[in-house]
Nanobody, 123 residues
Framework: VQLQASGGGLVQAGGSLRLSCAAS????????MGWFRQAPGKEREFVSA????????FYADSVKGRFTISRDNPENTNYLQMNSLKPEDTAVYYC?????????????????WGQGTLVTVSS
């Protein structure tokens, strides 16, 4: 499975960005696609995930009500709509795919990772 993330950039606090992650290759056994982020000097943390069918979504408490994850199944693409962005959302955002139907918030359970896209929120 190959993942291509895009959509990062520089935005002012309160603004919005939409990240995309396109998956290709042998995705038939995938369970969910997730987004994680890593700020300088911090550990990688869970942001959001969606099952491959789009039937279930998951969010970190820090982004609930501001971020929305969705899927375009025919295009095998996942989107993360980020609204009301805050400076503390600044990080490199990574998309990832897991084949395991548990622990979608655990980065070590993910099998494939994209290259990351930088989101910078200025105050």
């Amino acid at each position: 499975v190959q993942l291509q993330a895009s959509g990062g950039g520089l935005v002012q606090a309160g603004g919005s960005l939409r990240l995309s992650c396109a998956a290709s290759g042998r995705t038939s056994s995938s369970y969910a696609m997730g987004w994680f982020r890593q700020a300088p000097g911090k550990e990688r943390e869970f942001v959001s995930a969606i099952t491959w069918t789009g039937s279930s979504t998951f969010y970190a408490d820090s982004v609930k009500g501001r971020f929305t994850i969705s899927r375009d199944n025919p295009e095998n693409t996942n989107y993360l709509q980020m609204n009301s962005l805050k400076p503390e959302d600044t990080a490199v955002y990574y998309c990832a795919v897991t084949k395991v139907p548990i622990g979608v918030q655990t980065p070590t359970l993910y099998d494939y990772w994209g290259q990351g896209t930088l989101v910078t929120v200025s105050s």
